[in-house]
Structures are given as C-alpha cells and as structure tokens.
C-alpha cells in the first residue's frame, strides 16, 4: 500500500519569504513523488516529479523539492514566495509499477503581500 | 495543443436525481482516469481506462456510478441516483504511456454538489 501525508492544512508565508510545503510517504518500493498544484477555478497543474537522480528537483514556477530517503520525505520549497503563489498544493506518490498515484490532502498556501 | 476539459464546471442537483460529467482528453492519450475529492479530503482515484476500455474500476465507490468511454475518446461520468455523499470535485486526466515517468495531465473539475 502507499499513503502521503501532507501535515499541514493551511501555510502562511509573507512575500519575499522563503516557503515549505511539507510531504511524508510510505511505499512499499522505490518511489515515484510529485508535486501538483491547482489555483482557483484551474486543474491541477503538474509542477515537478522525483524518478531517480539527484535528490534535488527543480521545478515549474522556481518551485524545488528535496527527495530524502531517509526520512521519506519530498517537501516542496521555493526561495522567495510570491502572492501570485497562493493555491492548494498536492503532494502524490506511485511505485514504478503502478500506474495510479495516491494523493494527499492537500496544502493551502497562503503568500501575504 | 488543448488541455483535458471537463463539462460542466458546477453542478448542483437535488438527492435522487442524474447528473453526467464529461471529460475529453487530451488528443491522442489513450489513458483516461477519473478522480474525486470530497472537501478537506484525499483526492482519490475512481477508475482508468485504456481506449474504450475499463482497466481498473476498483475506486468506484458503488453501482450508483457508471462511466463510459464509446469510442476510446471522451468519457462519461454518470451518478444515478446521486446522494448527498457524492457531493465533491470530479476531476478528469489523461495520459500517453504507462511506462516510465509518464505525467498524468488534469482538467480543471467538476464540482458537484448534491441537495
């Protein structure tokens, strides 16, 4: 089985501040993760994706994200937010075998000008 | 190139009525998928298709929903009758290959709210 979790429901951030999107996961095998994001009244929009390689990912939109073995996570990061940033970030996890990812809750980012 | 669309965009029936949610893929994915999120909640997968065909349906949530993909292009999505539990977003993808890293790309969803 596979799970996400995504700890927190709301993150608030200033503009100009460096952001953290948290994301745990539990597979049963090599990982797949990403990073989805969906803005008001959009689909979700596909941001970044860990396959294999380097640990760290970079992404659309100047989003980043650290895939950490060790302590299963790939939390989304971005240097300096913008209010242009603000949406409900998905974090989502396969193994290379399945072709269906399992979800988190989702984070609602939150960048005050 | 177009993006996976999803008709209509909101939806608001009373319990016990029909509602059917369209999606058209993105041209040429032969891979279809179906997904919900209730408010707050996981978005969790429904059902996948490949062409015309019904891959995986093991998300259905009961018979009350029955998808349709005649002719391996767009799907259907229908509730029948809908209760006040299917109320949530229906999102709609669609992907090339199974293989690999392959992304899945989503519509921007229907929200259905039921009365």
């Known amino acids: 089985a596979q799970s996400v979790a995504q700890p927190e429901d709301q993150v608030n951030v200033a503009e100009g501040n460096p952001l953290t999107v948290k994301c745990t996961y539990s597979?049963?095998?090599?990982?797949?993760l990403f990073w989805y994001v969906q803005y008001p009244n959009r689909g979700l929009q596909f941001l970044l994706k860990?396959?294999?390689?380097?640990?760290l990912v970079k992404g659309s939109y100047g989003f980043e994200a650290e895939f950490n073995k060790s302590q299963t996570s790939f939390h989304l990061k971005k240097p300096s937010a913008l209010v242009s940033d603000s949406a409900l970030y998905f974090c989502?996890?396969?193994?290379?075998?399945?072709?269906?990812?399992?979800f988190g809750r989702g984070t609602s980012l939150i960048v005050h000008p | 190139e177009a993006g996976v669309t999803q008709f209509p965009s909101h939806s608001v029936i009373e319990k016990g009525q029909t509602v059917t949610l369209r999606c058209d893929p993105i041209?040429?994915?032969?891979?279809l998928y179906w997904y919900r999120r209730v408010m707050g909640k996981e978005i969790k997968f429904l059902l996948h298709?490949?062409?015309?065909?019904?891959?995986?349906e093991s998300g259905m949530p009961n018979n009350r929903f029955l998808a349709e993909r005649t002719g391996g292009t767009y799907s259907t999505l229908k509730v029948q009758p809908a209760e006040l539990e299917d109320s949530g977003v229906y999102f709609c993808?669609?992907?090339?290959?199974?293989?690999?890293?392959?992304?899945?790309?989503f519509g921007p969803g229907t929200r259905l709210t039921v009365t």
């Open positions: 993808a669609s992907s090339q290959a199974l293989s690999g890293s392959y992304e899945q790309y």
């Open positions: 597979v049963s095998g090599n990982p797949y």
């Open positions: 860990y396959i294999t390689g380097d640990n």
């Open positions: 989502a996890v396969r193994i290379g075998g399945s072709y269906i990812p399992t």
């Open positions: 041209s040429g994915h032969d891979n």
């Open positions: 298709f490949v062409k015309e065909s019904k891959q995986d």
